[in-house]
């Protein structure tokens, strides 16, 4: 679905997904708030359906579908938190969901793609190998492709849960949202147009993922190249769909560095008690890296997503005894 | 304060405390219902301030002060969540407050009181000299001793949990606290009774501290021995003021081996993204070694406190490559 999305997209995805994902809470600490010399208010992406944001999308797309286009199924080439959320979405309305991954994917993913009733078609490990793959079962199957980010459907779904942070806490002066392949900074940025225009929306990115950051430089869409960034979620580039979001609509893009990104990471699971993965801590620690926009102003961030390998932390957690 | 508090000390808790302490949110989990044979509703005192339901109790002891008792600050002798929730209370009303620690006691400890901004006193590590050590600074400085849980402030205060829980979900049928001193399980029995008396509360308790399970099946409050267990919140034993409670108003205690807790822990860091300590674990790990009472019920389960240190998890988490 090629055609930029508006608020009446929005709001109709938050009635068609309403039954299937969760309304995550917004929560506050003192301690961050110090920190930032700002008010943050953070909006639970991570205690969503599938533990992040791209549930929102992932069901909007689903159930937009016919019951006759829905028969056929759906099919993604991510292997990341979208496709997961693609299968649980399929599973709810009780259709099929083919995600095609590498063949050197990491067993997790594809146990979790498994866990949520996806099948897995492997391919090699290239970017063209992919979308073969995936046209090639489209073709045959008449699975219904549904892109990460660069799909209407997606970003609508994506802007409810800017709808929703916007509808929790009033008067915000800014959000700010990570930003990989722009779905869920666009979708922030149709919902912040309509019910808060004074509201800023700021993009957050990763240092070594920063393509968005380079764009609007540049004044045009460039590839995201040789991403390297603890922050799987983010290492895509843009899109046709996204890039005018991001060119046009935000304030602008906050980058972050590696260590602050985990140092955010580890704050927020400390302070928060809050499991977050990396990607979704690159807004506080971008935001705690440019404080200076943000002083005494009412800071909306989110956290986008949860789903971090316990058994591959990036911080040191060596076994020591409880009371030493 | 020796007397036993009624739904009108937690109702005046509620309000004494509603601007100290956050309304937490109550978070459900599809994984977890299917694990369960259950409706499960997680009331998330992990997201509490100070991470713990204490904030709660010690709050209402705080606020409950006149402001000349106030002056001469408070006192415990509890270097856990009880001791930095207390700090934390008189510091939000500008008391001084006193910690009498063992001079062994972890390190993290006393940081997080210093955090807090309270004041250590260190004694040898025996029970007679911590009590010894805080009568004498009472009678020195007349700072209001707070006990952690035998005190009716502090129980009418840890009610104010359940209240909230019963008003945000309609219809439960029973709701499992775990068990330690037995102040959140002596207020959660109070908001229950009065609220939803056809609710059953069960009390959840390790296999290794399990004082109350004993005390029930003897008919008399008996000591804690010895306790062996991983949930260093539930290591205390009952008071007089809340045997009353555990021996008349609950539905049971249950146990939960040490394993169980173990895996009950890391099951809601991953599927609920919620970091919880040992403690908070108890009930969960409890309810699916004892699913038969709740099989098809809605259950309400108290996560306790999330104050875990992440450089001391009680599961393996080895650094290794993130892709491998």
Redesign the interface.
């Given at each position: 679905m090629k055609t930029a999305p508006d608020i009446s997209d929005v709001r109709a995805a938050r009635e068609r997904i309403m039954p299937h994902v969760?309304q995550t809470?917004v929560?506050?600490c003192?301690h961050m708030d110090a920190l930032a010399g700002a008010r943050l208010f953070f909006k639970c992406e991570?205690?969503q359906?599938v533990?992040a944001f791209k549930a929102r999308g992932a069901c909007n797309a689903v159930y937009s579908l016919t019951d006759e286009a829905a028969g056929a199924g759906v099919l993604t080439h991510s292997s990341g938190n979208h496709g997961q959320a693609l299968c649980y979405a399929a599973a709810r309305r009780g259709i099929p969901a083919t995600v095609v991954m590498p063949e050197n994917a990491?067993a997790p993913k594809k146990a979790a793609v498994r866990g949520y009733g996806g099948t897995i078609v492997e391919c090699a490990p290239t970017t063209a190998a992919r979308e073969e793959t995936a046209a090639r079962i489209g073709a045959e199957t008449g699975a219904e492709f549904v892109h990460p980010y660069n799909d209407s459907r997606v970003i609508a779904g994506q802007g409810t849960c800017a709808l929703e942070l916007l509808e929790q806490v009033d008067g915000l002066d800014a959000v700010i949202a990570p930003v990989g392949g722009g779905g869920l900074v666009s979708g922030t940025c149709i919902a912040v147009k309509a019910l808060a225009p004074d509201t800023l929306v700021h993009a957050a990115e990763p240092s070594g993922a920063d393509d968005a950051w380079r764009s609007r430089r540049a004044g045009r869409m460039l590839p995201q190249e040789d991403p390297r960034t603890?922050a799987?979620g983010l290492r895509t580039g843009l899109g046709e769909l996204t890039w005018p979001f991001v060119s046009r609509d935000i304030a602008g893009v906050l980058l972050s560095e590696e260590r602050d990104i985990v140092a955010a990471m580890?704050l927020i699971?400390?302070r928060?008690?809050?499991?977050?993965e990396p990607s979704a801590a690159v807004p506080l620690a971008a935001m705690l890296a440019h404080p200076e926009p943000f002083r005494e102003k009412r800071v909306g961030i989110i956290l986008s997503g949860?789903n971090v390998?316990?058994?591959?932390?990036?911080?040191?957690?060596?076994?020591?005894?409880?009371?030493?």
């Open positions: 969760h809470p929560l506050t003192g991570n205690l359906k533990g990491p603890i799987d580890r699971w400390e928060m008690k809050l499991v977050v949860g390998d316990l058994e591959a932390l990036p911080f040191s957690l060596a076994p020591r005894d409880r009371d030493g």
